[in-house]
Nanobody
Framework: QVQLVESGGGLAQAGGSLRLSCAASVRTSTLNYIGWYRQAPGKERELAAR??????TTYADFAKGRFAIFRDNENTVFLEMNNLYPEDTAVYYCNAFGLVTGLRDVWGQGTLVTVSS
C-alpha cells in the first residue's frame, strides 16, 4: 500500500513563504500523478496543484503565480508557496494516483498551514 507523509506546515505571516514536502513510499515516477489538495475549516477539499509522471503541472486559480509544485528524482514532491494570504490557511493533503495505488486515490494525513495577517 502506497503511503504518503507530509511535512513542512506551520505558521507563516501574510506575504511569507512555506515549502511543503510529501514523501511517498514509491518513486513518484511510478504514479500517474501526485499533488496537493487543501481543506479550510467549513469548506470542501480542493485541488491546489498536481504534477504528472511526465512533469505536466496543473494549478488551481488561487495557486497560479504563487505556488509551485515540483518533484525530485526519487520519492518526494514539494509545494513551494509564496506570497501567502490568510485565506491560504488550511490543512494541506498530499494525494497520489496510479497503478501502484490500485487505481484509487491515496491520501496523506495532512499538514496544517496557518497564515496570520
Amino acid at each position: 500500500q502506497v503511503q504518503l507523509v507530509e511535512s513542512g506546515g506551520g505558521l507563516a505571516q501574510a506575504g511569507g513563504s512555506l515549502r511543503l514536502s510529501c514523501a511517498a513510499s514509491v518513486r513518484t515516477s511510478t504514479l500517474n500523478y501526485i499533488g496537493w489538495y487543501r481543506q479550510a475549516p467549513g469548506k470542501e477539499r480542493e485541488l491546489a496543484a498536481r504534477i504528472t509522471n511526465e512533469d505536466t503541472t496543473t494549478y488551481a486559480d488561487f495557486a497560479k503565480g504563487r505556488f509551485a509544485i515540483f518533484r525530485d528524482n526519487e520519492n518526494t514532491v514539494f509545494l513551494e508557496m509564496n506570497n501567502l494570504y490568510p485565506e491560504d490557511t488550511a490543512v494541506y493533503y498530499c494525494n497520489a494516483f496510479g497503478l501502484v495505488t490500485g487505481l484509487r486515490d491515496v491520501w496523506g494525513q495532512g499538514t496544517l498551514v496557518t497564515v496570520s495577517s
